[in-house]
T-cell receptor
């Protein structure tokens, strides 16, 4: 089945720093979503991005479907950005089932 | 405009008891998905339902687990005769008819003693 790999697995930054999180997937996908799981466990939708680039405040994402990767950019990090960032892809042969990466654990220090 | 609702948020059961987890999708959403998350891992798909129909339950264990989404009321994930290995966070998501962007509830954290 399709493999979803996220890197780095862990990232510790000072407040104000920028970061880039990567998601590679092993096969063609219909769609890709980025989520933030906060320290309380809640999953927050960040981007629904099958291709191209989207921006939302300090966050932006780019998916290059032909090369099978997506990047999540976080600028001017704040402590509230801490948590785990997941990417999840929708298989081409299953237009609903999300396959999840293992996540990038981000800690922002004040 | 309420999001996806799940209850209870925390559930403690002893081995052999039954666990019932409830999920109310976002208003206007007719597709419901259940996922399980073990500590330090991503989510694993369990089942996909539409009203009164199970579309795909390929991720759900064949025994002790069942799910439904009745015409009226919330979707229910039922785990019979729970074992310690069932301890996990169970998330429900819903999506609209127009696309498959999934929105998640706060999860139910099941602990089996």
């Amino acid at each position: 089945g399709i493999q979803v790999e996220q890197s780095p697995p862990d990232l510790i930054l000072q407040e104000g720093a920028n970061s880039t999180l990567r998601c590679n997937f092993s096969d063609s996908v219909n769609n890709l979503q980025w989520f933030h799981q906060n320290p309380w466990g809640q999953l927050i939708n960040l981007f629904y991005i099958p291709s191209g680039t989207k921006q939302n405040g300090r966050l932006s994402a780019t998916t290059v479907a032909t090369e099978r990767y997506s990047l999540l950019y976080i600028s001017s990090s704040q402590t509230t950005d801490s948590g785990v960032y997941f990417c999840a892809v929708e298989r081409v042969d299953s237009n609903y089932q999300l396959i999840w990466g293992a996540g990038t654990k981000l800690i922002i220090k004040p | 405009n309420a999001g996806v609702m799940q209850n209870p948020r925390h559930l403690v059961r002893r081995r052999g008891q039954e666990a019932r987890l409830r999920c109310s999708p976002m208003k206007g959403h007719s597709h419901v998905y259940w996922y399980r998350q073990l500590p330090e891992e991503g989510l694993k798909f369990m089942v996909y339902l539409q009203k009164e129909n199970i579309i795909d339950e390929s991720g759900m264990p064949k025994e002790r687990f069942s799910a439904e989404f009745p015409k009226e009321g919330p979707s229910i994930l039922r785990i019979q005769q729970v074992v310690r290995g069932d301890s996990a966070a169970y998330f429900c998501a819903s999506s609209p008819l127009t696309n498959n962007e999934q929105f998640f509830g706060p999860g139910t954290r099941l602990t089996v003693l």
